[in-house]
């Protein structure tokens, strides 16, 4: 069956940092790849999408390229911010938004 | 976009009673969505809560355990029946506003003692 596989947490690091949370993905067929963000005390939001190879889903500084030979959907920002302290889940779906397999989250803890 | 509104937030439950959980969407959605989080671990889809007909049960879950009502278009209730610890998670509503985005409520965050 379908699964997602994403780096352990919690993920710590300094103002400006440059972040990469690790995704990969096993599937049959051609998933879409989404990355879902879970801010302290809310609901999980949408972060960014990409619905086949070599699309690369963007929003709010953070990017994530699907790479079907690697069956991977890295997260990456630049620069980090306190404010993107959060709780980052990786996602599959081969069926639109219905049915959505995730992976365990991984938190990350930005520092001033 | 749609605004989900899930009670309760939390709650602590006796092992053996049921608690329902009521979710509240701000338009009419097709289709909802019941997912749990096990201390953890990753989400995991409960059942697809349709209007007018019975819920969807994905592979390990059962109606007797995890009744759904869905009785109109902006409203749907999970309820978490003779609970045992190992039901204690985090249950969370879902919608899909047709193609562009899943959205998701606060979650109401369980714990059976």
């Known amino acids: 069956g379908n699964s997602v596989t994403q780096m352990e947490g919690p993920v710590t690091l300094s103002e400006e940092a440059f972040l990469t949370i690790n995704c990969t993905y096993t599937a049959t067929g051609y998933p879409s790849l989404f990355w879902y963000v879970q801010y302290p005390g809310e609901g999980l939001q949408l972060l960014l999408k990409a619905t086949k190879a070599d699309d690369k889903g963007s929003n709010k500084g953070f990017e994530a390229t699907y790479r079907k030979e690697t069956t991977s959907f890295h997260l990456e920002k630049g620069s980090v911010q306190v404010s993107d302290s959060a709780v980052y889940f990786c996602a599959l779906s081969d069926g639109g938004f219905q049915k959505l397999v995730f992976g365990t989250g991984t938190r990350l803890l930005v520092s001033p | 976009s749609a605004v989900i509104s899930q009670k309760p937030s939390r709650d602590i439950c006796q092992r053996g009673t049921s608690l329902t959980i009521q979710c509240q969407v701000d338009?009419?959605?097709?289709?909802m969505f019941w997912y749990r989080q096990q201390p953890g671990q990753s989400l995991t889809l409960i059942a697809t809560?349709?209007?007018?007909?019975?819920?969807?049960?994905e592979s390990g879950f059962v109606i007797d355990k995890f009744p759904i009502s869905r009785p109109n278009l902006t409203f749907s209730t999970l309820t978490v029946s003779n609970m045992s610890p190992e039901d204690s998670s985090i249950y969370l509503c879902?919608?899909?506003?047709?193609?562009?985005?899943?959205?998701f409520g606060q979650g109401t965050r369980l714990t059976v003692v």
């Open positions: 809560a349709n209007q007018g007909s019975e819920a969807t049960y």
């Open positions: 879902s919608v899909e506003d047709g193609s562009t985005e899943a959205f």
């Open positions: 338009s009419q959605v097709t289709m």
